[in-house]
């Protein structure tokens, strides 16, 4: 598959990541053209998702010992003397950065809650001054 063909796959794909994205609960925008200069950021960035730079290659084949097997949940590789790269299964992964991003909410939520308890403090929750007593056992609020 070559040209034009071949790039209408890759647009295919790089829509069916981003539809699958929004279906998880996370925020997902694919490059115009499949070029990131149009979000501001780098030509190779095909789409956004959960804030994550995201390159999407859809091949006929990978390599078979590239795959994760039912037994693991990444594999792990490198090239000798290179940089360890991780593969994980895609709704793994998506899974995963709706866990992140609910975490993040979670920890603002709860950020707001210390302020509101001591007085309305304006201070950044992450200040040399913090608004509470610092203590690591002292009971934050269920949300």
Same mark, same amino acid.
């Given at each position: 598959?070559? %040209?034009?063909?071949?790039?209408?796959?890759? /647009? %295919?794909?790089?829509?069916?990541? !981003?539809?699958?994205?929004?279906?998880? %609960? *996370?925020?997902?925008?694919?490059? =115009?053209?499949?070029?990131?200069?149009?979000?501001?950021? $780098? +030509?190779? #960035?095909?789409?956004? @998702?959960?804030?994550?730079?995201?390159?999407?290659?859809?091949?006929?084949?990978?390599?078979?010992?590239?795959?994760?097997?039912? $037994? !693991?949940? !990444? !594999? #792990?590789?490198?090239?000798?003397n290179g940089t360890s790269?991780? *593969?994980? &299964? =895609?709704? /793994?992964? *998506? &899974?995963?950065?709706?866990?992140?991003?609910?975490?993040?909410?979670?920890? $603002? *939520?709860?950020?707001?809650?210390? @302020? +509101?308890?001591?007085g309305g403090m304006k201070?950044?929750?992450?200040?040399? &001054?913090?608004? =509470?007593? %610092? $203590?690591?056992?002292?009971?934050?609020?269920?949300?």
């Amino acid at each position: 598959m070559g %040209g034009r063909a071949s790039k209408q796959k890759g /647009n %295919g794909y790089e829509r069916e990541l !981003v539809k699958q994205a929004e279906a998880s %609960g *996370l925020k997902a925008k694919r490059a =115009w053209g499949s070029d990131g200069r149009s979000m501001g950021m $780098h +030509e190779e #960035v095909d789409c956004l @998702i959960a804030d994550q730079k995201v390159q999407a290659k859809r091949r006929k084949s990978i390599a078979k010992f590239l795959k994760p097997t039912e $037994h !693991v949940d !990444v !594999v #792990v590789f490198r090239e000798d003397n290179g940089t360890s790269l991780v *593969l994980i &299964d =895609w709704f /793994n992964w *998506l &899974d995963q950065q709706k866990e992140i991003v609910d975490l993040k909410q979670r920890v $603002h *939520l709860l950020e707001r809650a210390i @302020i +509101e308890q001591a007085g309305g403090m304006k201070k950044a929750p992450y200040s040399p &001054d913090p608004p =509470w007593d %610092g $203590h690591p056992s002292r009971d934050f609020p269920e949300i």
